[in-house]
């Protein structure tokens, strides 16, 4: 039997949410084998804007990482 931990992970990109949610899940994998690695879900984003640009998009995900 196998049991599994979700992570809460921020991340954040100057380039899309796409690479916000590529890079946390690269931070999770250099942390833990990738076949741990069970699924993942944006539970939020968000955008900076200054100047009427935005310069930051940031997600909320959750990670499923299997434990044993």
Known sequence: MSLAK??????????????????GIARVRAEKSPEWIQGAWVAGQKLEVENGVVTTYRVDMRVAVITR
């Not at 979700?6 to 890079?23: E, Q, T």
């Open 6 to 23: 979700v992570l809460a992970i921020r991340s954040n990109s100057p380039k899309s949410f796409d690479d916000a949610v590529r890079s």
